[in-house]
């Protein structure tokens, strides 16, 4: 294959949920090509609550997605740098029902998946200390919880075979034959808390004990024994791809592999080590120092949200997750707010409406995206209320074009701040209308609900001990302006909006091979064998994931806060509001559940 370039690329891999995307990046941040390729999903008609996927399909779509972008950029490859298996390394089926335990290709439990609720309720009652580190409650949505649903649904010979990974070292462990599990995976979502590591008495009180009489070896074994290692992000694994991954990859045989990270702490990487600007004639911030990332929250909005922001000290924020060590950057901490459902979210109140098939119509008949034909809905309708009320236009906001209709959007449970898998969504201020303009003043509720709830997340943090001053958007959700512009009024600071949205969690990924890449030839391509070297490596090269992070990260566009006096106020009701649903919701469910007995 001829190449165009002999500068060295980097492939950064984003898992997501509906699909895998690969894009080559060059060694100054740039993107020379991406590729997607889509991943199934199966659901159950039956229970909501059910989300599984194959390893054997995301693997599968990897390699042509790492194919794709070489074939694209025409590039060749030498320059570049909660699921269940056997411990033969086979799919188990994670499908409840006969087959549950067995060889399958059905083997992974999505982050999405909210099975394991009575898991997660005995976990949360045990008063562990493991419960501190994420937020004082564990979230079903956690690996732990669904880890022990499958030991109390698969046959304990069966059982007794399987071991466990977080999908990141999966695919590692697919990628180089090295079983090195990622300190972001085991410390977000595996309740592994260093230094000391798993907590066996927290397992053995659960009912996984039998994990504990192995040395916790399914679950990737205690850092430093039988082999067993921890990485944090973007160390290199063994010696790179193995032969029968690069060809499955249409890469070359020893490529360096990193470390991988969950995808929202990837978009992190990607995103809050930009410089920033308010215009294109405007000049550019100073390029940030790895002190400054505290201030920096970046909010990763798809179908769902992730807020990771990281701190030198560990700081404890009821409902959101973390403090986690280690996660990123060796010696920092990571917290993580969350909320479950608002791509998502946004859609479901859009599609469910009943004026969504005249929306279609018009969408096919404008050519328009259905959020832009309910943007300029919004707007008519505002400008003519401003004049039925005698009000100038200008001044005239959608907040107040809406004052009178409140959204509570937790629809499925309660990521954070609140962490309450029992929380519902509500509406206040409905009336008879189905036409179009209602499902317009409905979509701009739930950007307003979506803003709120990232106030009242970041409001908790910084009660706790943070000083939020910018939040770096990535995702789809970054492309809809009149949420980025309600993120920063409801806020009250700047919004900064990535290079390429879509781009920030691959382009995290690259840094990482980057890192591994750099680290891997500086020690000679000697492989980190055991622990000790680990630590050793990790501690030399602590300050240049950073540097890389500011040399390949393209500069983003800064929202400023824009709300008058009179919508601030508004906005402030708005919220006062919101927080006031909670309780209401709350008190109504436990005086429900008293007269049904169950209080």
Same mark, same amino acid.
């Given at each position: 294959?001829?190449?165009?370039?002999?500068?060295?690329?980097?492939?950064?891999?984003?898992?997501?949920?509906?699909?895998?995307?690969?894009?080559?990046?060059?060694?100054?941040?740039?993107?020379?090509?991406?590729?997607?390729?889509?991943?199934?999903?199966?659901?159950?008609?039956?229970?909501?609550?059910?989300?599984?996927?194959?390893?054997?399909?995301?693997?599968?779509?990897?390699?042509?997605?790492?194919?794709?972008?070489?074939?694209?950029?025409?590039?060749?490859?030498?320059?570049?740098?909660?699921?269940?298996?056997?411990?033969?390394?086979?799919?188990?089926?994670?499908?409840?029902?006969?087959?549950?335990?067995?060889?399958?290709?059905?083997?992974?439990?999505?982050?999405?998946?909210?099975?394991?609720?009575?898991?997660?309720?005995?976990?949360?009652?045990?008063?562990?200390?493991?419960?501190?580190?994420?937020?004082?409650?564990?979230?079903?949505?956690?690996?732990?919880?669904?880890?022990?649903?499958?030991?109390?649904?698969?046959?304990?010979?069966?059982?007794?075979?399987?071991?466990?990974?977080?999908?990141?070292?999966?695919?590692?462990?697919?990628?180089?034959?090295?079983?090195?599990?990622?300190?972001?995976?085991?410390?977000?979502?595996?309740?592994?808390?260093?230094?000391?590591?798993?907590?066996?008495?927290?397992?053995?009180?659960?009912?996984?004990?039998?994990?504990?009489?192995?040395?916790?070896?399914?679950?990737?074994?205690?850092?430093?024994?039988?082999?067993?290692?921890?990485?944090?992000?973007?160390?290199?694994?063994?010696?790179?791809?193995?032969?029968?991954?690069?060809?499955?990859?249409?890469?070359?045989?020893?490529?360096?592999?990193?470390?991988?990270?969950?995808?929202?702490?990837?978009?992190?990487?990607?995103?809050?080590?930009?410089?920033? +600007?308010?215009?294109? *004639?405007?000049?550019?911030?100073?390029?940030?120092? =790895? @002190? /400054?990332?505290?201030? #920096? &929250?970046? $909010?990763?909005?798809?179908?769902?949200?992730?807020?990771?922001?990281?701190?030198?000290?560990?700081?404890?924020?009821?409902?959101?997750?973390?403090?986690?060590?280690?996660?990123?950057?060796?010696?920092?901490?990571?917290?993580?707010?969350?909320?479950?459902?608002?791509?998502?979210?946004?859609?479901?109140?859009?599609?469910?409406?009943?004026?969504?098939?005249?929306?279609? +119509?018009?969408?096919? *008949?404008?050519?328009?995206?259905?959020?832009?034909? =309910? @943007? /300029?809905?919004?707007? #008519? &309708?505002? $400008?003519?209320?401003?004049?039925?009320?005698?009000?100038?236009?200008?001044?005239?906001?959608?907040?107040?074009?809406?004052?009178?209709?409140?959204?509570?959007?937790?629809?499925?449970?309660?990521?954070?701040?609140?962490?309450?898998?029992?929380?519902?969504?509500?509406?206040?201020?409905?009336?008879?209308?189905?036409?179009?303009?209602?499902?317009?003043?409905?979509?701009?509720?739930?950007?307003?609900?979506?803003?709120?709830?990232?106030?009242?997340? =970041?409001?908790?943090?910084?009660? #706790?001990?943070?000083?939020?001053?910018?939040?770096?958007?990535?995702?789809?959700?970054?492309?809809?302006?009149?949420?980025?512009?309600?993120?920063?009024?409801?806020?009250?600071?700047?919004?900064?909006?990535?290079?390429?949205?879509?781009?920030?969690?691959?382009?995290?990924?690259?840094?990482?091979?980057?890192?591994?890449?750099?680290?891997?030839?500086?020690?000679?391509?000697?492989?980190?064998?055991?622990?000790?070297?680990?630590?050793?490596?990790?501690?030399?090269?602590?300050?240049?994931?950073?540097?890389?992070?500011?040399?390949?990260?393209?500069?983003?566009?800064?929202?400023?806060?824009?709300?008058?006096?009179?919508?601030?106020?508004?906005?402030?009701?708005?919220?006062?509001?919101?927080?006031?649903?909670?309780?209401?919701?709350?008190?109504?469910?436990?005086?429900?559940?008293?007269?049904?007995?169950?209080?």
């Amino acid at each position: 294959m001829a190449s165009l370039s002999t500068e060295p690329h980097y492939i950064g891999i984003d898992v997501g949920t509906g699909s895998v995307r690969a894009a080559l990046v060059s060694h100054a941040g740039t993107i020379a090509a991406t590729f997607s390729q889509p991943i199934r999903t199966w659901r159950d008609p039956n229970d909501s609550n059910i989300f599984e996927q194959s390893t054997t399909d995301i693997w599968a779509a990897i390699g042509k997605c790492t194919r794709g972008v070489l074939e694209v950029a025409r590039i060749d490859p030498s320059p570049s740098k909660a699921l269940v298996i056997d411990l033969q390394g086979t799919p188990v089926t994670v499908t409840n029902g006969p087959n549950i335990g067995e060889p399958g290709e059905r083997n992974v439990i999505l982050w999405a998946d909210h099975r394991a609720y009575e898991e997660a309720k005995l976990i949360n009652s045990t008063g562990s200390d493991v419960l501190k580190y994420v937020g004082g409650v564990m979230s079903l949505e956690m690996e732990i919880p669904k880890t022990l649903w499958l030991k109390n649904h698969i046959a304990p010979n069966r059982f007794s075979q399987c071991q466990f990974f977080d999908l990141p070292d999966y695919l590692t462990f697919k990628a180089t034959g090295d079983q090195a599990r990622s300190n972001c995976s085991l410390v977000c979502k595996y309740s592994f808390v260093p230094p000391g590591g798993w907590d066996r008495k927290f397992l053995h009180l659960i009912g996984l004990g039998s994990l504990v009489d192995d040395g916790c070896r399914r679950l990737g074994g205690h850092p430093g024994q039988n082999g067993s290692k921890v990485l944090t992000a973007g160390l290199p694994i063994a010696n790179g791809l193995t032969e029968r991954a690069a060809a499955e990859l249409g890469l070359k045989q020893g490529t360096p592999v990193g470390g991988g990270v969950i995808d929202a702490y990837a978009g992190w990487i990607g995103t809050v080590a930009a410089r920033s +600007s308010t215009g294109p *004639d405007k000049g550019l911030s100073k390029a940030p120092s =790895l @002190s /400054e990332s505290r201030h #920096r &929250l970046a $909010v990763v909005a798809g179908t769902s949200t992730c807020h990771v922001i990281q701190n030198p000290e560990g700081i404890f924020v009821p409902g959101v997750w973390g403090p986690y060590q280690n996660a990123i950057f060796p010696g920092w901490w990571m917290n993580e707010g969350g909320q479950s459902s608002t791509g998502q979210l946004i859609d479901f109140v859009i599609t469910t409406h009943p004026a969504y098939s005249e929306l279609q +119509s018009m969408a096919k *008949d404008t050519n328009k995206q259905v959020h832009v034909i =309910l @943007s /300029e809905t919004l707007e #008519r &309708l505002r $400008v003519e209320a401003a004049i039925a009320q005698g009000k100038g236009a200008k001044t005239f906001s959608l907040t107040e074009l809406t004052k009178d209709l409140h959204f509570y959007p937790d629809l499925r449970g309660n990521r954070s701040p609140l962490a309450d898998a029992k929380m519902r969504g509500s509406f206040v201020g409905l009336s008879l209308d189905t036409s179009l303009n209602d499902l317009a003043l409905k979509f701009n509720v739930t950007l307003e609900a979506i803003a709120l709830q990232t106030r009242h997340i =970041l409001d908790q943090m910084n009660a #706790r001990g943070y000083d939020v001053q910018g939040i770096y958007m990535s995702g789809g959700q970054a492309t809809n302006t009149p949420l980025m512009e309600l993120f920063s009024k409801v806020c009250n600071i700047p919004v900064i909006l990535p290079y390429s949205n879509s781009g920030a969690v691959v382009v995290g990924s690259a840094m990482l091979g980057r890192f591994a890449a750099e680290v891997a030839t500086e020690r000679g391509h000697v492989p980190l064998e055991t622990q000790e070297m680990v630590a050793k490596a990790s501690h030399n090269h602590r300050e240049r994931l950073w540097e890389i992070m500011v040399d390949m990260t393209n500069p983003g566009v800064q929202i400023l806060p824009t709300a008058s006096s009179r919508e601030k106020k508004l906005l402030e009701a708005k919220y006062k509001i919101f927080r006031e649903q909670i309780g209401i919701q709350r008190k109504w469910r436990d005086e429900m559940a008293a007269a049904a007995g169950d209080g």
